[in-house]
């Protein structure tokens, strides 16, 4: 089963009006061929959307039982704005797979995977922050989806903890410490100045997010704590960070979101 995708700058307007990330790479087009880019590249989380839906009512049709699930996904090219994408899926017993292709010269751009997944552990913090009931549904309605869609519903949350975790001071703090001197206020502000490209995004979360009536989560307020940021690499090689963040409800962990972020290798003279 295939099906064909071709974003425009509206799509990256409607993602950073939720997000609040207007990288200019996504909007200004001297700037993205600056960078080597041949077009507006549209935000990898926008397009992962339509992955995370196709994904979703595939598995939908032939739900395992399992109690959580889990999302991969592999970005290794940039999704262009104005370019024909066709995503194909394959699907086995608790498993569909989905890969992103350019089809214009065929090359890979998202390899992703929705699958059967261990149960969520809890994370152990002292640092809980809350999210009220009507914040949740307020973002909800912000969404470049349908959130109250089941097949949308983990991908709206997953959405929510991205947009809390790059806005997160932590993990601010996190990559100032390979980025020294740099003036920024967000992970975002960063974005703008410094090449990073994310490489991969995993998500273990509650099937229930999936198969049961999502105005039971989107109308519930929920807490969420940062998980420390992994830090691994070099500026002459590039720096990688792995950071995280878990939500939780009052039944326990609902959906844990992991960012992997690359730099590119930064001057050291």
Known sequence: MSMIFNYTVNDAERWAKFSGDYNP??????????LGQEQLTVHGM???????????AALLSAMPQADFLRF????????LCQTAYQLQLSQAVGVVNGELRDMANGESCFNSKLRSGP???PVESTKWMTLSAAEVYQSS???PGNAAEPTECWGFF???LFKLLVAAPETLASAKQVLPGIQADSLIDIFKHVPV???????HFSADLLRTDAHLFIRRGLQYTIEPTLIVGNAEDGWVLRAAIQARSDAGPLITTAVTLKTWPLATH
Not at 26 to 32: G, K, T
Not at 72 to 79: I, T, Y
Not at 197 to 203: E, G, L, S
């Open 72 to 79: 991969n996904v592999r970005l290794r090219q940039p999704v």
């Open 46 to 56: 926008r397009a992962m959307l339509d992955i995370k839906y196709q994904l979703s």
């Open 197 to 203: 490209i994310q490489t991969h995004h995993d998500v």
């Open 158 to 160: 997953d959405a929510l």
């Open 25 to 34: 790479i996504h909007f200004d087009l001297r700037h993205a061929q600056h």
């Open 141 to 143: 309605q912000q969404f």
């Open 119 to 121: 149960t969520l552990e």
